[in-house]
């Protein structure tokens, strides 16, 4: 099986990066969709309104989250992932370590990382800080338009967050 490792350095604190990671409220907002967490050791959790699921294997808050990751789609049953918060001077980086991807999945679940989980919580975060010059509502629609993957096979993170932005357009 495969494995992705990733960095990605944000603009928040560590607590900061820790409750996008955590609260399902705040994961609700940088996903688009309706999130069940609960932050304890065995706890299930789901995102992406049930589309990928798993359980908590490892609590050290505003450091390290380990979860397994089981996208409804996947064969692959032992896919775990690692989240670790290192503050960087006012950022936080986190490094991420997903172990055993689906071969056939690896891209998409690569790409759903980088733009539609991390990436996502990335652009929550920054665009809250307090520092930040505010951005029109036409920019910033046409940013998250530009963002807006085009049509492709249905995979991944990126898959989830588009069939749930089309089941809230419908409601």
Request: proline letters at 5%; one cysteine or more.
């Given at each position: 099986?495969?494995k ?16 996008a ?43 390290k ?13 032992d ?13 936080t ?25 991390l990436?996502?919580i990335k ?11 505010p ?6 629609k ?17 898959s989830?967050?588009?069939?749930n932005?089309?089941t809230?357009?419908?409601?």
């Amino acid at each position: 099986m495969k494995k992705i490792k990733q960095s990605h350095l944000i603009a928040a604190s560590p607590a900061e990066v820790w409750r996008a990671l955590t609260d399902p409220k705040l994961i609700a907002e940088w996903s688009g969709a309706d999130a069940k967490f609960v932050l304890k050791v065995g706890a299930e959790y789901a995102l992406w309104d049930g589309s990928f699921c798993g359980k908590i294997v490892e609590v050290a808050p505003n450091k390290k989250l380990v979860q397994t990751w089981q996208p409804d789609y996947w064969e692959t049953e032992d896919s775990v992932v690692t989240f670790t918060l290192t503050p960087v001077g006012g950022k936080t980086r986190v490094d991420l370590l997903h172990t055993n991807v689906e071969a056939s999945d690896y891209a998409g679940t690569r790409e759903g990382w980088e733009l539609y989980y991390l990436g996502a919580i990335k652009q929550m975060l920054e665009e809250r800080a307090p520092n930040k010059k505010p951005v029109s509502a036409k920019l910033a629609k046409k940013t998250k338009a530009a963002k807006k993957p085009v049509a492709k096979k249905s995979t991944s993170i990126k898959s989830a967050q588009k069939k749930n932005s089309k089941t809230k357009s419908r409601r």
